[in-house]
């Protein structure tokens, strides 16, 4: 597995499982043509693009170009880095038959192709061993973000005022809040929150 500096945005969770099985970094998904509808998720985005960057990795078909292009014009260009998978035909192992392009998705790619496509992209590898993340599951329970009363309402509050996608998965939260914020600077939003609260 090789670390990857820069976020990447794929386009469905298969994308996201194949990416994730050979590249360490935060990988996020735009649900196919939901970007096109969720605010919430196009902001974090760009948040986590002007922090570490972005790389776009959609599929080689007309729907990962107009996602792709979606993303240029709304995103700062300085921010962004594309991976472009080949125009390979073939179909992926879980479908029954193949895409109405007859392509192979990122999800259908050997790791090579990926991990090349990565680099001609221009995507900053590490070396030596991953990046410990600063953020863990200890400091959203620590917060009372998570395991203690009332932490789901806590953690709807917060994505709301950060302005965040509503109703993350644990993880996904957890993920978006390491990205932007050190454990001091969420702890003051935290506090900020309940202070508001009272």
Known sequence: MVSVREAIVVEGRYDKNTLSQIVDAPIFVTDG???FKNKAL???LRRVAEKRGLIVFTDADG??????N???GTIDSRYLKHAYTPAILGKERRKAAPGREGKLGVEGMDPEILL???RRAGATFRE???EKRGLTKGDLMGLGLSGARNSAGKRRALEKKLGLPENLSSNALLQALDLLFSRE???EQVLSLE???D
């Open 185 to 187: 600077e969420l702890a």
């Open 42 to 44: 196009l902001a974090l």
């Open 33 to 35: 043509f939901g970007i």
């Open 116 to 118: 090349a496509a990565l």
């Open 70 to 72: 979606y993303l240029k």
């Open 195 to 197: 202070m508001k609260d």
């Open 63 to 68: 729907a990962g170009l107009v996602i792709r």
């Open 128 to 130: 030596g061993p991953a």
